[in-house]
């Protein structure tokens, strides 16, 4: 098993930035991509990004493409999504997610493990 845990989240202002840690523990050995999706109140949860844990290729949604990066420290274990411009409609819950398989995917069911979800509130 994995677990994730996500950090970070707060309020902002609209244009203001932050910078959310996703950290895996357990068997992080099993995973190969680390993801962020995002889930506004009513709607489905959104793909936002994914990164490659070897290699540290990304691929991103293109609703964030340019304002949002996603990182990896290896050593820790830890994810990171730096968000930066944000505006009002990134206002979601932000969750991490892992997958064992090499391929990037942007749809929840290709995700094993997810962790709790961190709230970010961007004011206008």
Known sequence: ???LVESGGG???AGGSLRLSCAASGRTASINVM???RQAPGEEREFVGAIKWSGGSTFY???VKGRFTISRDNAKNTVYLQMNSLKPEDTAIYYCAARKSPLFAAYTQAYDYWGQGTQVT???
């Open 35 to 37: 993801a962020w999706f």
């Open 11 to 13: 309020l902002v202002q």
């Open 122 to 124: 961007v004011s206008s």
């Open 61 to 63: 949604a293109n609703s």
């Open 1 to 3: 098993q994995v677990q």
